[in-house]
């Protein structure tokens, strides 16, 4: 500032030129110096005219700031102008014409930014998807209960019955309360027979759920008790309504087979709803429970009181269940000191691996935007000075790609998503990602603008190569979701599942199925030809079992003395697991039964490597002892361990199969049959030739093509995510290799 | 903008700098316009050919030790317009005596 200035006149001036530096954002860059030029000259010259002849007063300066205000009105007059047709239509062309001169730089700026903004969207409609819980009214009252022995290293198991119909009855903080059991059933008749995941639920499932039926009715108390008007009802999710039955109008009515029995389906609920678990696609009655105080038959789901807390409730379920274990000491099982406490959680909330892989997705959204916005704005604000049209155009045509990129593999995912994340519904989730993607765009135009300010200079390096190196994480993270994939993948077909699949058919022969005199069905069947070995079974591996038995141990386990504890419980022959290819990793299966007494269970057991780890780490459980709790009344002799068998291996990513007892098939009482056959022929070629000795009309299931069914997804996540990555990788050595040329200094 | 139907401020303007008023401020002083709306008419009449701008002698600046001032001159078209727009109008505005360039009168802020 000048010498000759005095001190006051220096602020006066000072803080007018700020005043007209703040307008000077709103004017056009082309423009711009011009522009602040004339202000600042004419403000300069008032001031020291003011003050040479001694007339900047207090007011003068005060009427002169006054008077800059005005050049915000002046700035937003000239912004105006240039957004005015003409100047709009000379843009266009001047911004064609850029485009022919520059097409690779262009190119890479619209496409990288179209792929960020894609994938962000993606991701983000994914993690949506993976929040949306089930649709139920007062949805924010609705808990889980469960059982824990915190003591005992027992996580969460199921009430019984005597516990459902007491906590029911006796806790004012519960409005309802309902029973539900996970269980798998066979949909379709015979060989096209498809294990569906089914819920076994009480009457006051639905209610206590606040869901009502899209189509019919949901189930009632009357159904429970088989006099409803409805036979044997079934629920239909309203997914697999319109998947396996092309959303017939006329469903409800509708007999169809599970497990080769007719059902008849009575209403049609909401896609959103996954209880007992995720993925169930249809609700059948539960029926009685087992009485035992100790059997933990079925999970509950409650309706809280309106004003009641968690806390209350989980106080007062706690006070109820101590009373019944001070009444029933017998039927806990000689807990010894380790008490059972209750727990009370809210339906929405999830387990701490689920929250961490979503707040990964999110941030991995976050980023991959990021990067796509440092990507374009390296390439396009360096080169494209003086544009603004252009970066309009540029931002405008990425994000377009990034919608069109989002809706595709939205689109395509949608029917993956529930076999990926638990609780999974997509239906919903792309609004919110083209939300995302659109304030994505927002963001790009507005680091674009603001790129676009300052004298023109030539393309940084470093901010290409920052930005390459953006990209090149994004693609890295790409890779690493196609590994975890490729790894579920590879879990679930051939031996990752812990049996061969292929070549295995399931035979499901229905109740008091003796088969033929000289061995029955297994010996039967074995003797046909193509057949290699044959076992018999309760319910083919990863399909059925019994599920939250009672066992305790004769003290040899690690957790405790007399302890009760939780397994699934599968039944079957000796051969199983020869016929499975599941490996005996210790001791060996157990013995056939004594000639001539078959139904005599010889008093031996399996256990899978998963529940040996967890009672008896880092030792053998072999030669040691168990008690089992089939039912009310049915609990075995002491069993000792004979083997220890490999893990089988669930079906969707972190999914793990329960820790497995396998008991002599002399225990089932079901009176069901299922023949595991090893064998080259095709299910029909099977069926047939069961058929001709004598059992009917069979359909064996292949067991193998279910197994690959459900790798399926897992398969096609890896090679999306694998291609994207590629893509992005491309993109980012595209980023460095592409060299802008200078930027124009002529202004529009 | 046309060349008929100039509104009242755009005349006031005009009158301005056919009395001698050249730079913005200046302009602002005579007229009493707001300087939102001074320096956009300046713009449209040079846009439109009835006022023409430049910038002043740099020596000026220089010894004054300013950035020069940009300065706006009606034209022939613009004086020929104004004519026209005060007969429309017949009204006279207010004369006002222009001080030495530079020196406004009255002094304003």
Not at chain 1, 468 to 483: D, E, H, R, Y
Not at chain 1, 493 to 518: H, K, T
Not at chain 1, 529 to 552: K, Y
Not at chain 1, 640 to 669: I, R, S
């Amino acid at each position: 500032m000048s010498d000759r200035m005095r001190p006051g006149a220096r602020r006066v001036l000072r803080l007018c030129l700020l005043t007209v530096q703040g307008a000077s954002h709103l004017v056009p860059s082309g423009d711009r110096d011009d522009w602040r030029g004339t202000w600042e000259a004419e403000l300069w010259h008032r001031v020291l005219l003011l003050d040479r002849h001694g007339r900047l007063t207090l007011g003068a300066g005060a009427a002169l700031l006054h008077r800059c205000l005005g050049a915000y009105w002046h700035a937003a007059w000239v912004l105006s102008r240039s957004l005015a047709p003409r100047a709009l239509l000379a843009g266009t062309v001047l911004a064609a014409r850029e485009l022919g001169a520059a097409p690779a730089a262009t190119g890479a700026a619209v496409l990288s930014l179209g792929l960020a903004l894609g994938l962000g969207g993606t991701v983000l409609g994914v993690t949506r998807a993976a929040w949306n819980g089930v649709a139920a009214t007062g949805q924010e009252r609705v808990v889980r209960i469960w059982n824990r022995a915190p003591a005992a290293r027992i996580g969460r198991t199921g009430l019984s019955s005597l516990e459902l119909r007491t906590f029911r009855a006796g806790t004012p903080s519960i409005e309802a309360l309902a029973a539900q059991r996970p269980s798998v059933v066979m949909l379709g008749p015979g060989a096209d027979a498809s294990p569906v995941d089914a819920g076994l639920v009480s009457p006051e499932f639905f209610e206590t759920l606040g869901i009502t039926a899209e189509l019919g009715r949901t189930l009632s108390v009357a159904d429970a008790g088989g006099q409803g008007p409805d036979a044997a009802p079934v629920v239909l999710d309203a997914e697999l309504w319109r998947e396996r039955f092309g959303g017939d109008p006329r469903i409800v009515g509708r007999t169809v087979t599970l497990d080769g029995a007719p059902h008849r389906v009575i209403g049609v609920v909401s896609p959103k709803l996954r209880l007992p678990r995720p993925g169930t696609r249809l609700w059948l009655p539960l029926g009685p429970l087992p009485e035992s105080p100790g059997s933990h038959a079925a999970g509950a789901v409650a309706r809280l009181r309106p004003g009641a807390t968690l806390e209350s409730a989980e106080r007062e379920l706690n006070r109820l269940s101590h009373r019944l274990q001070a009444e029933f000491p017998g039927g806990y099982l000689g807990q010894s000191g380790v008490a059972w406490s209750v727990s009370v959680e809210p339906l929405a909330s999830r387990g701490p691996r689920v929250s961490r892989l979503l707040a990964l997705l999110a941030a991995g959204a976050t980023l991959t935007v990021v990067a796509g916005v440092a990507a374009t704005s390296s390439v396009s604000a360096a080169r494209l000075r003086a544009r603004r049209l252009h970066v309009v155009a540029t931002v405008a045509a990425g994000t377009a790609i990034g919608a069109a990129l989002a809706a595709g593999t939205l689109g395509a995912l949608g029917p993956w998503v529930d076999g990926w994340l638990p609780g999974a519904r997509m239906a919903g989730a792309g609004g919110e990602a083209f939300a995302f993607i659109g304030a994505g765009g927002g963001v790009a135009l507005l680091a674009h603008l603001i790129g676009l300010r300052g004298p023109a200079r030539p393309a940084s390096d470093g901010g290409r190569s920052g930005a390459s190196l953006a990209l090149l994480v994004c693609a890295a993270m790409l890779a690493l979701g196609a590994g975890l994939c490729a790894q579920g993948y590879r879990g679930i077909r051939g031996d990752g599942s812990g049996f061969r699949a292929e070549g295995l058919l399931a035979v499901a022969l229905g109740p008091g199925a003796q088969g033929p005199a000289g061995g029955g069905w297994p010996s039967a069947v074995a003797r046909l030809a193509g057949v290699e070995t044959v076992s018999r079974t309760l319910a083919p591996p990863l399909v059925g079992s019994l599920s939250g038995v009672t066992f305790v141990t004769d003290g040899s386990s690690k957790v405790g003395d007399r302890t009760p504890m939780t397994a699934d419980v599968q039944m079957a022959d000796p051969n199983y697991f020869a016929v499975l290819g599941q490996p005996i990793t210790a001791g060996r299966t157990f013995r056939s039964p004594t000639a001539g007494r078959p139904t005599e269970a010889p008093g031996e057991v399996v256990v899978d490597a998963s529940l040996a780890a967890r009672f008896w780490p880092g030792t053998s459980p072999v030669g040691h002892r168990l008690r089992v709790v089939l039912d009310v009344g049915r609990v075995t002799d002491w069993l000792t361990v004979v083997g220890v068998a490999g893990d089988l291996h669930g079906t969707a990513p972190g999914e793990t199969q329960a820790p497995l007892l396998y008991l002599p098939l002399a225990f089932d009482t079901t009176a069901a049959t299922t023949l595991l056959v090893r064998t080259r022929l095709t299910p029909a070629e099977l069926g047939a030739a069961i058929g001709r000795i004598g059992a009917g009309s069979v359909e064996p299931v292949d067991v193998g093509a279910v197994v690959a069914a459900r790798a399926a997804p897992h398969l096609a996540a890896t090679l999306i995510l694998l291609a994207l990555a590629g893509i992005v990788a491309l993109m980012a050595v595209a980023l460095r290799l592409v060299r802008p040329p200078q930027p124009l200094t002529t202004s529009a | 903008m046309t060349r008929r139907g100039l509104g009242s401020s755009t005349i006031l303007v005009l009158q301005a700098l056919a009395r001698g008023f050249r730079y913005g401020f200046d302009v602002m002083d005579a007229t009493e316009l707001p300087s939102g709306t001074v320096y956009p008419i300046l713009s449209k009449l040079e846009a439109t050919g009835l006022a023409r701008s430049s910038w002043e002698d740099a020596r000026i600046a220089r010894r004054e030790k300013r950035p020069p001032r940009r300065y706006y001159e009606i034209t022939a078209t613009g004086a020929v317009e104004l004519r026209e727009a005060m007969q429309r109008l017949g009204v006279l505005a207010p004369r006002r005596r222009p001080g030495p360039a530079g020196r406004p009168s009255p002094a304003r802020g």
